[in-house]
Antibody
């Protein structure tokens, strides 16, 4: 069974940093593209970033470019999102999601999410 | 960015009703369209991929159709566990974009 467990969320002041983790199990992590998607309280889903299976290629939404960095450690079956220069508008539940083995594919499995609150 | 316009934003329906949600893309996306279900406090779950492909384990009362810019999602006979919010999502072009969601409530 595919399992994705996010951690690392919490309360941080504007301008601060946070690193989210997503630990994967139940599948061969190193074969799949992985994504981060966020959801502000009471709002819809917004794509944040994605990373290739071997970690050599990434893409991010314009709203987070230069501030957020997606990475992965395939030996640890873990996906990361380093978030710097956080803004109030980054407040959201952050989900990691497993896509397919190809760059163009649905988001097949999702973690339960971790809440990031940016507030002074 | 490709805009996904989903309608209605909410609807009230009774058990056993047929429910249809539409999703319109701002440009042609072929069949690169997915549908997700999200219940309160839970993660989204993929129901339909590639516009009409029902994911394993998803009940057959759910279906999807369309191509190009216009897509529909249908629940043929609404069940208690179907009350949730549904999102369409295109994966033709980055950034991936989602519709605004349709909240299906009990009448």
């Amino acid at each position: 069974e595919v399992q994705l467990v996010e951690s690392g969320g919490g309360l941080v002041q504007p301008g601060g940093s946070l690193r989210l983790s997503c630990t994967a199990s139940g599948f061969t992590f190193s074969n799949y593209w992985m994504h981060w998607v966020r959801q502000a309280p009471g709002k819809g889903l917004v794509w944040v970033s994605r990373i290739k299976s071997d970690g050599t290629y990434t893409n991010s939404a314009d709203s987070v470019k230069g501030r957020f960095t997606i990475s992965r450690d395939n030996a640890k079956n873990t996906l990361y999102l380093q978030m710097n220069s956080l803004r109030v508008e980054d407040t959201a539940v952050y989900y990691c999601a497993r896509a397919g083995i190809f760059p163009v594919s649905p988001l097949f499995s999702w973690g339960q999410g971790t809440l990031v609150t940016v507030s002074s | 960015d490709i805009q996904m316009t989903q309608s209605p934003s909410s609807l009230s329906a009774s058990l056993g009703d047929r429910v249809t949600i539409t999703c319109q893309a701002s440009q042609v996306i072929s069949r690169f369209l997915n549908w997700y279900q999200q219940k309160p406090g839970k993660a989204p779950m993929l129901l339909i991929s590639d516009a009409s492909n029902l994911e394993t384990g998803v009940p057959s009362r759910f279906s999807g159709s369309g191509s190009g810019t216009y897509f529909t999602f249908t629940i043929t006979s609404l069940q208690p566990e179907d009350f949730a919010t549904y999102y369409c999502q295109q994966f033709d072009t980055l950034p991936l974009t989602f519709g605004g969601g349709t909240k299906v409530e009990i009448k």
